[in-house]
């Protein structure tokens, strides 16, 4: 099994600042296999970012992700008010599974 | 428009089952691969079992494996996650999720089992 480890667990920033999440696996993850989700209290996750850097349908241009490997990045480059939320990274490489989430709030 | 409801949640005592449905529209149901993803109360995802667009292969995490089933009914548009022996650790919102190419695209809102006696 893939264990996926976000940092940091809680980010601190203000709207408009930028704002850098980390994913590591426990094993190597091809980039087509890579995905972020963003969920806000009392909703469903949403899809964010997939194959590691496209962006889903809708997803505003200030959503990037990179990364290879071992190594993967969300980036956002100005947080809006409705950026604060829980972020996930997934990996479907080799069965599926998520880390335990990093939590931006203001 | 894509649109996935559940249903079926409620609360059940230790070691009973329970099975819950999620309806699907707007998209190809029987082409499509579909998820049960789950998140206890404050804790993160996990996932818990897929259904390959054809049918013919489903996958469970180890944590469920030997207890719940996943099924689809393409004449009704449904999909199902029989669970079985169900313990509390299994307490949880369970929600359904249309795999694209591995990753999940459209979820809906959810439906809350609580495992207790």
């Known amino acids: 099994e893939i264990v996926l480890t976000q940092s940091p667990g809680t980010l601190s920033l203000s709207p408009g600042e930028r704002a850098t999440l980390s994913c590591r696996p426990s094993?190597?993850?091809?980039?087509?296999?890579f995905a972020w989700y963003q969920q806000k209290p009392g909703q469903p996750p949403r899809l964010l970012i997939y194959?590691?850097?496209i962006r889903a349908t809708g997803i505003p241009a200030r959503f990037s992700g990179r990364g290879s490997g071992t190594d993967f990045t969300l980036t956002i480059s100005s947080l809006e008010p409705e950026d604060f939320a829980v972020y996930y990274c997934?990996?479907?490489?080799?069965?599926?599974?998520f880390g335990q989430g990093t939590k931006l709030e203001i | 428009q894509v649109q996935l409801v559940e249903s079926g949640g409620g609360v059940v005592q230790p070691g009973r089952s329970l099975r819950l449905s999620c309806a699907a529209s707007?998209?190809?149901?029987?082409?499509?691969?579909m998820h049960w993803v789950r998140q206890a109360p404050g804790k993160g995802l996990e996932w818990v079992a897929v259904?390959?667009?054809?049918?013919?292969?489903?996958y469970y995490a180890n944590s469920v494996k030997g207890r719940f089933t996943i099924s689809k009914d393409t004449s009704r548009n449904t999909l199902y996650l029989q669970m079985n022996s169900l313990k509390v650790e299994d307490t949880a919102v369970y929600y359904c999720?249309?795999?694209?190419?591995?990753?999940?695209?459209?979820w809906g809102p959810g439906t809350r089992v609580t495992v207790s006696s």
């Open positions: 999720a249309r795999d694209e190419y591995g990753c999940l695209d459209n």
């Open positions: 707007g998209f190809s149901f029987s082409h499509s691969g």
């Open positions: 259904m390959w667009y054809d049918g013919g292969n489903e």
């Open positions: 094993q190597s993850v091809g980039t087509s296999y």
């Open positions: 194959s590691t850097s």
């Open positions: 997934q990996q479907y490489s080799a069965s599926y599974s």
